[in-house]
């Protein structure tokens, strides 16, 4: 068979991205997949968008430090989200 005639049909794509913020010591994977559409569910594509924020720390883990990384990694989280999402996939979500 030659180049270009081999049948071929993308069934699913993954994306993945290892992040670091280096202010605040934390690390991310933020990671896309996409499935084909299904007729029997209707036209939609469906679409997974997954954001993994982590920080390794050696501090003393008191309630206040815990509760400061928390807010910093949702922050983080939260960042990269909305630089991702589009006004018309907002739009969907509201329907």
């Known amino acids: 068979m030659a180049a270009g005639e081999y049948p071929l049909a993308v069934n699913s794509a993954l994306q993945r991205f290892t992040i670091s913020n280096p202010d605040i010591n934390a690390n991310g994977i933020v ?5 084909p559409l299904d ?5 939609f594509l469906e679409i997974i968008f997954d954001i993994d924020i982590f920080k390794n720390t050696e501090k003393e883990n008191t309630w206040e ?3 400061e990384n928390i807010s910093d990694l949702r ?8 630089a991702n999402i589009t006004d ?6 509201n329907e």
């Open 65 to 67: 430090v815990i509760n």
């Open 88 to 93: 018309k996939a907002r739009r969907l979500f």
């Open 39 to 43: 007729t029997k569910k209707g036209k």
């Open 31 to 35: 990671s896309t997949v996409i499935n």
């Open 75 to 82: 922050n983080i989280k939260n960042d990269l989200f909305e």
